[in-house]
Every structure is written in structure tokens, then in C-alpha cells.
């Protein structure tokens, strides 16, 4: 595709990704496949990715700490965590062959929708209090690492991972595990995007305009957050992401016949 044929693509899908990553979460599963659909070099595809990624981030944690459903204890020295390993996992990423990347994420997708889609019961009270002061910091370590290392080297599912990690090992409740994961995802998420900016892998001339269609359709689905919609939404936008899923598929095979 064209520069202009990839940003005509791109904008709407990245509008849906947001729109429907404020309500039911998992944008991801539409905004990485549709970065590749355009034939874009992988490495480009993780740099622009990121970079509009972190905008909505910000955007959703900042939103979150101003309501007081973060708890900054928490999410500061995780969220340090969480920066460290997403900059050391996109300077893998930087290191790996574009096709064994396509392989990894035609073959994550899957495990990732279905994590996406299973629904899960959640604590509705903390039980941070029953935790020592060293298991807390051990944990959030723990939390931080396997967050930083996944969204940096993945990315779609990330959210809902945040979410799990905190209600699993910290024992926060649903909402404020919520809040927390906002800005553990922004934390990954300004790590890769700084790491590939530095690596000029970002394409500013597609990355800007496609990144305000994504901020736009956070917006606008984040006011219509509804537990309907969410119900609706995560099988009409794992449709639309199995269908991209396909194209790679067949992208990388078709390569790997023509060897």
C-alpha cells in the first residue's frame, strides 16, 4: 500500500480498535494485525503501534488517577517495573527477524483473543492489607517484569494480562486493578514508543493522523461504556481480528512456499 492507501486503511480500523478497547477491551487484537495488513516492515509496524498505543494509554491512566481509582503506591513502583522490561523487550524485538515476528504474533493471537473473550469472576474487595510489605514488593516486581516483557514484545491483550496480575498477586479489587492496569499499559507503552522513536522505526506521516483516529474512537467508547455493549462488541471485534489474523497467516506461508 501507499502511504495514503495505509492511512485511509488504517484510520478507521484504529478508530474501531479505540472505540472498542474503552469498552470491552482488546483493541490490540485490530490495531497490530492491521498495521501489518498494509505490508508495513514489521519493526515499523511495533514503532507506529506503540507510539499511538501510548497517546490512548495516557489518555485512560490519566483519566483513572484523577478519579482517585489508582492507587500510586502501587502503581508508581510497578510502573517503573513495568518500563524497564517493555525497554528491554523492544530492543529485542529491534534484534528479530520481521518474518519469526509475524510467526510469534500469527501464533499468540489466538491465546490472546481467547483470554479476551473468556469471562472471569473478579474480587469486588482488596486484600492488599493481608500481604507483608516484602510480598508486595516482590510481587509487584514480579507483575511488572512479566507485564513489561509481554507488552513490549506482543502487546494486544496487555490490558486484560494488568488486570489479572493485579487481582491475582496484589489482591486489588476489580476497579482499582483497573486504574492500575491503565497505567502499567501506559508505562510498557511510552518504553517501546520512546525505544523504537530512538530507532527511527516510527513513520510520523502515517503515525500522527492514525494515532488521533484511535485517540478519537477511545473517546467516544469510553462515553459509551456499556455491560451490553461489551457483550456485543468482543465477538464482532475478534471477527474482524481473525480475519487479519488470516491474511498474515497466508502472508507467511506464502513465503515459506516461495523458499
Same mark, same amino acid.
Given at each position: 500500500m501507499t502511504d495514503l492507501q #495505509? !492511512? +485511509?486503511?488504517l484510520c478507521p480500523m484504529m478508530f474501531l480498535a479505540g472505540f472498542m478497547d474503552a469498552i470491552a477491551g482488546g483493541g490490540g487484537l485490530i490495531s497490530l494485525p492491521a498495521y501489518i495488513f498494509t505490508g508495513m516492515p514489521l519493526h515499523n509496524v511495533y514503532g507506529c503501534n506503540k507510539f499511538a498505543t501510548s497517546l490512548n494509554a495516557f489518555l485512560s491512566a490519566f483519566r483513572f488517577v *484523577?478519579?482517585? $481509582?489508582v492507587d500510586l503506591k502501587i502503581a508508581v513502583p510497578m510502573g517503573i517495573w513495568c518500563f524497564v522490561s517493555a525497554w528491554a523487550a523492544s530492543k529485542i524485538v529491534l534484534f528479530l527477524d520481521g518474518e519469526f515476528l509475524k510467526l510469534m504474533i500469527v501464533a499468540? =493471537?489466538?491465546?490472546?483473543? &481467547? /483470554? !479476551? /473473550?473468556?469471562?472471569r469472576s473478579y474480587p469486588e474487595t482488596s486484600g492488599l492489607h493481608t500481604l507483608t %510489605?516484602?510480598?508486595? @514488593? +516482590?510481587? =509487584? &516486581? /514480579?507483575?511488572?517484569i512479566v507485564m513489561g516483557l509481554f507488552d513490549g514484545m506482543l502487546g494486544p491483550g496487555s490490558g486484560t494480562l494488568a488486570i489479572l496480575l493485579c487481582t491475582r498477586f496484589l489482591k486489588l479489587d476489580l476497579r482499582t486493578a483497573s486504574g492500575?492496569? *491503565?497505567t502499567m499499559v501506559f508505562a510498557t507503552t511510552l518504553a517501546s514508543a520512546i525505544s523504537y522513536t530512538m530507532a527511527g522505526q516510527v513513520l510520523w506521516n502515517i503515525t500522527i493522523p492514525v494515532a488521533l483516529c484511535g $485517540? &478519537?474512537? #477511545?473517546? $467516544?467508547? #469510553?462515553? +459509551? @461504556? =456499556? *455491560?451490553k455493549g461489551a *457483550?456485543?462488541? %468482543?465477538?464482532?471485534m475478534l471477527v474482524i &481480528?481473525?480475519? +487479519?489474523i488470516i491474511k498474515m497467516f497466508a502472508d507467511v506461508l506464502a513465503n515459506y512456499v516461495h523458499l
Open positions: #495505509s !492511512i +485511509l486503511f *484523577k478519579n482517585g $481509582i499468540a =493471537m489466538p491465546v490472546i483473543a &481467547a /483470554l !479476551i /473473550l473468556v469471562q %510489605r516484602r510480598q508486595i @514488593a +516482590l510481587r =509487584m &516486581a /514480579l507483575c511488572g492500575n492496569a *491503565k $485517540i &478519537a474512537g #477511545s473517546y $467516544i467508547g #469510553s462515553g +459509551l @461504556a =456499556m *455491560k *457483550k456485543f462488541i %468482543r465477538p464482532m &481480528a481473525a480475519l +487479519l
